[in-house]
């Protein structure tokens, strides 16, 4: 897919519109997280401000932030390309999710504000569309968006800014994989987000079991692999 075909993805973005640097980095981001910009895949900075029809200032400042969380690598002078998808990275992303997220899903069960509850209840609303059958909702984007509500609202920053930096990683991992999609099932999530709409610390359990399904299949790969 070209980045032309990949920026026609999003209508509010195809304007003929200077994009914004979010803008920009959520095509980038997106492109990624789907496997249109495949892992390996070197990307020049004159082809993305050609195809996004920016200037070079936004495409560096979106590939800086896509570094930073691990989606992107750079050599000053050699190249810049979407980091592979290595299992023994994932293995580790795993494990710290597996101990970060759940204190992080107590603190919103513990508090769920109304603008957060009803932005998880229409997560829900569009899974149960879909299940069915009259609606395009995908699990692992209801996840992702319902994790981005959870944790724009706990308490402790330090804790979901950690989480943030490594989400992107583990959601690109269950999009392109067949067992991450298994684990991130649209009945656990949308166990997961009627369960923190209500205050259930099932949230926790379900989540728990996302993590160690993940952590069962990725270890002996890593293990066969040393």
């Given at each position: 897919?070209?980045?032309?075909?990949?920026?026609?993805?999003?209508?509010?973005?195809?304007?003929?519109?200077?994009?914004?640097?979010?803008?920009?980095?959520?095509?980038?981001?997106?492109?990624?997280i789907t496997g249109d910009l495949a892992p390996g895949e070197?990307?020049?900075?004159?082809?993305?401000?050609?195809?996004?029809?920016?200037?070079?200032?936004?495409?560096?400042?979106?590939?800086?932030?896509?570094?930073?969380?691990?989606?992107?690598?750079?050599?000053?002078?050699?190249?810049?390309?979407?980091?592979?998808?290595?299992?023994?990275?994932?293995?580790?992303?795993?494990?710290?999710?597996?101990?970060?997220?759940?204190?992080?899903?107590?603190?919103?069960?513990?508090?769920?504000?109304?603008?957060?509850?009803?932005?998880?209840?229409?997560?829900?609303?569009?899974?149960?569309?879909?299940?069915?059958?009259?609606?395009?909702?995908?699990?692992?984007?209801?996840?992702?968006?319902?994790?981005?509500?959870?944790?724009?609202?706990?308490?402790?920053?330090?804790?979901?800014?950690?989480?943030?930096?490594?989400?992107?990683?583990?959601?690109?991992?269950?999009?392109?994989?067949?067992?991450?999609?298994?684990?991130?099932?649209?009945?656990?999530?949308?166990?997961?987000?009627?369960?923190?709409?209500?205050?259930?610390?099932?949230?926790?359990?379900?989540?728990?079991?996302?993590?160690?399904?993940?952590?069962?299949?990725?270890?002996?790969?890593?293990?066969?692999?040393?």
């Amino acid at each position: 897919m070209t980045l032309e075909e990949l920026r026609a993805r999003f209508p509010s973005l195809a304007a003929d519109r200077r994009l914004l640097r979010n803008d920009v980095y959520a095509v980038l981001l997106a492109g990624i997280i789907t496997g249109d910009l495949a892992p390996g895949e070197r990307l020049k900075d004159g082809e993305l401000t050609e195809a996004l029809r920016v200037s070079r200032t936004p495409v560096r400042e979106a590939i800086g932030r896509l570094q930073q969380v691990g989606l992107i690598r750079t050599a000053p002078n050699r190249y810049t390309l979407v980091s592979p998808l290595e299992i023994r990275e994932i293995v580790d992303v795993v494990g710290v999710l597996r101990l970060l997220m759940p204190p992080a899903i107590r603190h919103a069960v513990n508090g769920v504000d109304v603008d957060t509850e009803l932005e998880l209840t229409v997560v829900a609303e569009r899974l149960d569309r879909e299940a069915e059958g009259a609606g395009d909702a995908s699990p692992i984007d209801a996840f992702q968006r319902s994790t981005a509500a959870i944790l724009a609202v706990i308490p402790d920053r330090v804790l979901a800014e950690t989480i943030e930096n490594l989400i992107p990683r583990f959601v690109r991992y269950v999009t392109l994989s067949d067992e991450g999609a298994a684990a991130v099932s649209r009945e656990r999530v949308l166990d997961f987000v009627r369960a923190v709409v209500l205050g259930d610390e099932r949230a926790v359990g379900v989540l728990e079991e996302v993590f160690l399904e993940l952590a069962e299949v990725l270890s002996p790969r890593v293990g066969g692999a040393a």
